[in-house]
Nanobody, 119 residues
């Protein structure tokens, strides 16, 4: 069993910053990809950014230059540094992890953390 615990969401004014964290724990042999998704009310869940075990990243065009994904492999933790936040970034943010457990790949989701950007 693998658990993902997210933290760092909240309320911020436009132009502000937040840092999200997602820590994985449990019977993990190794973690492959880690990612952040977000879902605004009435919208589908969209990919925000991904990071490979080696640190290669990819991000959605809407957040390029403002959001940075990173990971600490020793802590099984992924981060999302969000700068220059805009009202349209308001959403529930979910971390996503693909982990090797008992020689098989499994996908896990965090519980979600609310990010609200408003003046």
């Amino acid at each position: 069993q693998v658990q993902l615990v997210e933290s760092g969401g909240g309320f911020v004014q436009p132009g502000g910053s937040l840092r999200l964290s997602c820590a994985a724990s449990g019977s993990i042999f190794s973690i492959k990809s880690m990612a952040w998704y977000r879902q605004a009310p009435g919208q589908q869940r969209d990919l925000v950014a991904t990071i490979t075990p080696g640190g290669r990243t990819n991000s959605a065009d809407s957040v390029k230059g403002r959001f940075t994904i990173s990971r600490d492999n020793a802590k099984n933790t992924v981060y999302l540094q969000m700068n220059s936040l805009k009202p349209e970034d308001t959403a529930v943010y979910y971390c996503n992890v693909v982990a090797v457990v008992a020689a098989a790949n499994y996908e896990y989701w965090g519980q979600g953390t609310q990010v609200t950007v408003s003046s």
